[in-house]
């Protein structure tokens, strides 16, 4: 299974900060992690960046048991 990591609004909305997922793209990750989490959480996938193993990805990228998919929403400041 692939390690799940979440920040900022992402960690928000599901309660925690890492979580095994399985799946082999980053989609089925992500959807794995929206059917566990909710709509909430799906709501900020749909606006956010994602990353495997520190690389920007697309959902149809290939994702390996031990990789790790980063769900980075964007961030304001200034």
Do not use: C
Not at 11 to 23: F, K
Not at 51 to 65: C, I
């Amino acid at each position: 299974m692939a390690s799940l990591r979440l920040f900022g609004p992402a960690r928000e909305a599901a309660g925690v900060a890492r979580a095994e997922m399985p799946g082999r793209s980053v989609a089925e990750v992500l959807g794995a992690a929206e059917d566990r989490y909710g709509p909430a959480f799906a709501k900020v996938v749909a606006i956010s960046r994602v990353w495997v193993n520190g690389e920007s990805a697309t959902s149809e990228a290939l994702v390996a048991d031990q990789d790790e998919v980063a769900v980075v929403p964007p961030v304001s400041g200034g």
